[in-house]
C-alpha cells in the first residue's frame, strides 16, 4: 500500500490553528491590543464595526515593525518574544506563541499600516486568506494599524456560529475592559460604529476602574495590599453592602494578565465569610504579582487559565489579606481611603463569630417634625444581635413597644438568643431617649442620633441610590455671595445627588425647583449658609472628604433639634434607625450618640 500520510499546507493548517485562537471577533479584539501593548504603546485606538464582524481595528503608537518583521508576523510561530522554551518560564509579555496573527490572517481580510520611529515611511501589507494581495510603501505615523474585515469570510460555518451584535459586543467590551484595567497607565479611545463607547486616560487603578465602571463605584472600594516573598496584592474589593445579585466585576490579573481561578475566587468569596446576604456577589479587582518561575500559564491558548506553583500558600494569604482589609474598613471612618493604615484600629477576627454588616434602611418620609400618623412606618434591619440587649428585661415602662436589632461592633454587650424582645422607650427631657436593656439602661442623645442617621442617609444617597426630590411649586430663589455661589457650583452635583435640584445658578442668586424630601422649604437658606460655611472651614482636600463635609453639615442642620418632644413612634424609629447604622455610638463630628449605665453601676450608686 502506499504512504497516505501528508503534511497540512499551511494555510490549512493556519485556519485549524485559527479555530483555537479566534472564535469570535472578541479573540480578536484581545489579540490585537495585546500585541500593541507589547510594542510598549501608551495611547492605544480600538475601532469596531457591527461588533466586530464587519470590523476590528486597533491603532497604537508602539513601536512598529521594520517592512521584514511586517510580513513575518504573520507566518506561523513567528514571534520576536520569546527565543527558546527557557523563555517561557520568564515572560513578560502578553504574546509568546505567534500564532495570532497568522491565525487571523487565514480567516480574515487584514490590512496592516506600521512604521517605526527611524523609518520615513511605513510598510501597508494587505492579506486575505494567509495570501499576501498587495505591499507597498506608505506615509503613517510611528506606531501600528491593523484592521481585521469580513471576519470568517472563508468559514461560512463559524461566521453563521456567531451570536446578535449585541451579545458579540457584550464580548468585545469584557475583554476591552480586561486589558484597559490591567493597564491604567495607556489611553484607550474605544469607537463602536463610530460613535466612542470610553476614551480612558492615562490614569492611576482606581481612577481607572472608577473611568471603566462609573463614579458610583468609587465609594465601594475598599483597597488590598499585601506584600510577602511569595506574592504581592494589590486592588480593591467592594464592601459587602454593595455585594450583587449577578456575579458582576470580578478581576483577578497576575502579572498583568487577566486570568480565571475558581480556587483563588474561593479564597476571595471566603474571606467576605458570612459578609454577604445568600446569592450575593462581591467585586473585586485583584492584581496579584508572583514570580513568572512560579507560574505556567501555557496551559490553554486563550491564556486565562493558570497554574501556581504554591497554590495552598496564596489561598491563605490572599484569604487574610481581604478579611483583613475588609475588618479594617468595617470599624473605621467611612469614607477617607487614603488615611494613614496605622491608625486603624485592628480587627479582631477571632471575636467575630456571626458577622452581618448592618445595612443603612432608612425611611426617607420619616419625618420626627411630623406628626405620628404622618409618618410611615419601614422595614426593619435585618441584624439580629441587638436584640440581645432587650432580653431579660421585664415590663419597666409602659411607654412604647419596639424590637430593637444589634450591631456588630457590640456584640460583646449582648450575648443572649432569644428572638423577639419587647423593649420599651421614654423621652427624657425632651433630649434622651431612655431604653432598659438587659445590663441596665441606655441614654440615647436625639439630636446626635439623628445626626447619625442623617448622615449615614446622605452618603446611601450620594454613593448608591436614586434621589427623589419633592417639587417646589414655586421655584426657590436664594440670593448669596460670589464667593458661595462659585463653591455652590463646585458642589452642585453633590447637592443633587441627595435630591436639590437646581433651575440655574446666576452671579448672585441660586434658584431651585426640587429639594430633598426630609428639607423643610422655609429651612433652606439657612441650611445652605451653614453648608457653604462648614465647607469653607474644612478645606476639603478630595473629592471623598467634601461629599463627607456635606453629609456632616446637612445632617447636623436637620437633626431633631434637642427640645423637641418626639411621640412613642418617633422615639421608635429613631431608636431603630441609629442602631441599624454602620457606626451608631458615634455622631458624624465623632460625639456619643449614647451612654448606658449598667445595674451594677446604678446599684453602687445605692451602694454608697
Ligand atoms: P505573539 O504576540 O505571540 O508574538 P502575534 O502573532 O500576535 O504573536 O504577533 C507576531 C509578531 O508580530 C509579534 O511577536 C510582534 O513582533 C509583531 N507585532 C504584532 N503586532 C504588533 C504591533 N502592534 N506592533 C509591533 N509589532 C507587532
Ligand atoms: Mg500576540
Not at 515611511?121 to 481585521?148: F, M, R, Y
Not at 511569595?230 to 483577578?252: D, N
Request: aromatic letters at 8%.
Amino acid at each position: 500500500m502506499s504512504d497516505i500520510i501528508q503534511l497540512l499546507p499551511d494555510h490549512v493548517a493556519n485556519q485549524i490553528a485559527a479555530g483555537e485562537v479566534v472564535q469570535r471577533p472578541a479573540s480578536v479584539v484581545k489579540e490585537l491590543l495585546e500585541n500593541a501593548i507589547d510594542a510598549g504603546a501608551t495611547e492605544i485606538k480600538l475601532l469596531i464595526k457591527d461588533a466586530g464582524k464587519t470590523l476590528v481595528q486597533v491603532i497604537d503608537n508602539g513601536k512598529g515593525m521594520s517592512t521584514t518583521d511586517a510580513r513575518l508576523s504573520f507566518e506561523r510561530h513567528a514571534t520576536s518574544k520569546i527565543r527558546t522554551a527557557e523563555d517561557l518560564f520568564n515572560l513578560n509579555t502578553k504574546g509568546f506563541r505567534g500564532e495570532a496573527l497568522a491565525s487571523i490572517a487565514a480567516i480574515a481580510h487584514v490590512e496592516v499600516k506600521t512604521k517605526q520611529v527611524d523609518q520615513e515611511l511605513g510598510t501597508h501589507i494587505k492579506i486575505e486568506g494567509s495570501t499576501i494581495q498587495n505591499q507597498d510603501v506608505i506615509a503613517t505615523p510611528t506606531g501600528t494599524s491593523i484592521a481585521v474585515k469580513h471576519l470568517f469570510f472563508n468559514i461560512p460555518a463559524r461566521r453563521n456560529f456567531l451570536k446578535s451584535n449585541s451579545i458579540e459586543l457584550r464580548h468585545i467590551k469584557d475583554e476591552f475592559y480586561r486589558v484597559a484595567l490591567t493597564h491604567p497607565s495607556i489611553a484607550f479611545d474605544f469607537y463602536s460604529n463610530d460613535s466612542e463607547v470610553l476614551n480612558l486616560n492615562s490614569s492611576n487603578l482606581r481612577q481607572r476602574i472608577v473611568a471603566v465602571f462609573g463614579k458610583k463605584i468609587n465609594e465601594k472600594l475598599v483597597p488590598i495590599q499585601e506584600h510577602t516573598d511569595i506574592i504581592t496584592i494589590e486592588g480593591f474589593v467592594s464592601k459587602p453592602e454593595f455585594a450583587k445579585k449577578k456575579r458582576g466585576e470580578q478581576f483577578f490579573f497576575v502579572n498583568n494578565r487577566f486570568i480565571k481561578n475558581g480556587y483563588l475566587h474561593h479564597a476571595v468569596i471566603n474571606a467576605f465569610d458570612q459578609l454577604l446576604p445568600p446569592g450575593h456577589h462581591p467585586s473585586y479587582f485583584l492584581y496579584l504579582s508572583v514570580p513568572p518561575n512560579t507560574i505556567d500559564i501555557n496551559i490553554h491558548p486563550t491564556k486565562t487559565e493558570i497554574k501556581f506553583e504554591n497554590e495552598h500558600a496564596l489561598y491563605a494569604i490572599l484569604r487574610s489579606t481581604v478579611k483583613h482589609s475588609l475588618g479594617q474598613y468595617n470599624v473605621s471612618p467611612v469614607l477617607d481611603f487614603n488615611r494613614d493604615a496605622t491608625m486603624d484600629v485592628p480587627y479582631s477576627f477571632k471575636d467575630k463569630t456571626s458577622v452581618s454588616t448592618p445595612k443603612i434602611t432608612v425611611n426617607p418620609s420619616f419625618n420626627p417634625f411630623e406628626s405620628e400618623s404622618n409618618s410611615k412606618s419601614y422595614d426593619k434591619p435585618k441584624t439580629a444581635q441587638w436584640e440581645s440587649l432587650y432580653s431579660g428585661t421585664e415590663t419597666a415602662l409602659d411607654v412604647q413597644e419596639i424590637e430593637v436589632e444589634a450591631d456588630v461592633v457590640h456584640k460583646d454587650l449582648f450575648n443572649s438568643s432569644e428572638n423577639e424582645i419587647k423593649v420599651k422607650t421614654l423621652q427624657v427631657h425632651k433630649k434622651y431617649i431612655l431604653s432598659v436593656i438587659k445590663s441596665g439602661v441606655v441614654y440615647i442623645n436625639q439630636n446626635l442620633a439623628h445626626q447619625r442617621v442623617l448622615y449615614e442617609e446622605f452618603l446611601t444617597k450620594m454613593t448608591i441610590e436614586d434621589t427623589s426630590s419633592q417639587q417646589l411649586l414655586f421655584p426657590l430663589e436664594i440670593a448669596f455671595n460670589k464667593g458661595d455661589i462659585t463653591l455652590c457650583k463646585e458642589i452642585q452635583p453633590d447637592l443633587e445627588s441627595v435630591g436639590f435640584q437646581f433651575d440655574k445658578i446666576d452671579n448672585d442668586t441660586i434658584t431651585l425647583d426640587g429639594i430633598p424630601v426630609n428639607v423643610n422649604q422655609n429651612n433652606v437658606q439657612g441650611l445652605f449658609e451653614e453648608l457653604f460655611e462648614d465647607i469653607k472651614n474644612e478645606i476639603p482636600d478630595s473629592s471623598f472628604s467634601q461629599l463627607d463635609a456635606i453629609a456632616k453639615s446637612l445632617a447636623r442642620s436637620l437633626a431633631i433639634k434637642n427640645g423637641t418632644k418626639l411621640n412613642s413612634k418617633e422615639q421608635e424609629e429613631l431608636l431603630q434607625q441609629l442602631f441599624s447604622c454602620k457606626e451608631p455610638n458615634q455622631s458624624p463630628f465623632g460625639k456619643k450618640t449614647f451612654i448606658t449605665l449598667s445595674s451594677e453601676e446604678i446599684q453602687l450608686k445605692f451602694d454608697n
